[in-house]
């Protein structure tokens, strides 16, 4: 199955820029319907604004954007490319300008919709949608700070912790990644801890 980064949720950020105010907004949508619903959306709450400029990815699907009214290639592309950089899919990124008097020109319109852009995914939030193979692995505690690291070196998840007699924990990693993540718990603790995998999911988490 494909892995990919996706917005973990809705994230929304502003910022003034010579006395215009931009509003960016990011969505997770699933299909082109959605993301067309929410640049729809964003038009009819911010019917007032001056330009409500939008771009979206689709995963196996389309990718579009729109300057709604700004000069060509200062608005919607610029936000498309931020979506590109930050290897996002499923996105849609709509930027509302609220004009404040002063004109930015061409390189300052395409500075500040890269900003709304960026700004408003670092809100979201990225999660990566993969296998991810659920491990479960009782460990005493003072194995349990050693262990925590190596999750997080492997690009792991703890998803649950109990604590009792000894810390039991439930832990996400990459299902490529499983068997070097198990084998290096047992080395790591001198065949102490050994982990278990009880399943595998196919969706996002944060990254």
């Avoid at 010579?18 to 969505?27: D, E, L, P, Q, T």
């Avoid at 729809?40 to 990815?57: P, R, S």
């Avoid at 700004?70 to 509302?96: F, W």
């Avoid at 262990?147 to 070196?153: D, I, M, P, Q």
Wanted: charged share 25%; aromatic share 10%.
């Amino acid at each position: 199955m494909d892995e990919y980064l996706v917005p973990t949720g809705y994230g929304e950020d502003e910022f003034i820029e010579k006395k215009s105010r931009f509003i960016g907004r990011v969505w997770l949508v699933e299909s082109e319907e959605e993301a067309l619903a929410r640049i729809a959306e964003m038009k009819k709450q911010h019917y007032d604004a001056t330009h409500n400029c939008w771009a979206y990815v689709i995963k196996d699907g389309p990718m579009r954007f729109s300057d709604d009214g700004e000069p060509g290639g200062t608005a919607g592309n610029p936000m498309m490319m931020v979506l590109q950089k930050e290897n996002l899919y499923n996105v849609c990124c709509v930027v509302t300008r609220y004009f404040g008097g002063t004109l930015l020109g061409a390189g300052g319109l395409v500075r500040a919709y890269t900003k709304g852009a960026k700004i408003a995914i670092d809100a979201a939030g990225k999660s990566m949608k993969r296998v991810w193979s659920v491990i479960y692995l009782p460990c005493p505690y003072t194995y349990y700070e050693r262990v925590k690291l190596e999750v997080e070196a492997q690009g792991g998840i703890i998803r649950d912790t109990q604590f009792g007699s000894e810390v039991e924990l439930e832990i996400l990693v990459a299902q490529g990644d499983t068997q070097k993540f198990l084998d290096k718990i047992v080395d790591m603790t001198a065949g102490t801890v050994e982990g278990m995998e009880t399943a595998q999911e196919y969706r996002a988490f944060p990254v």
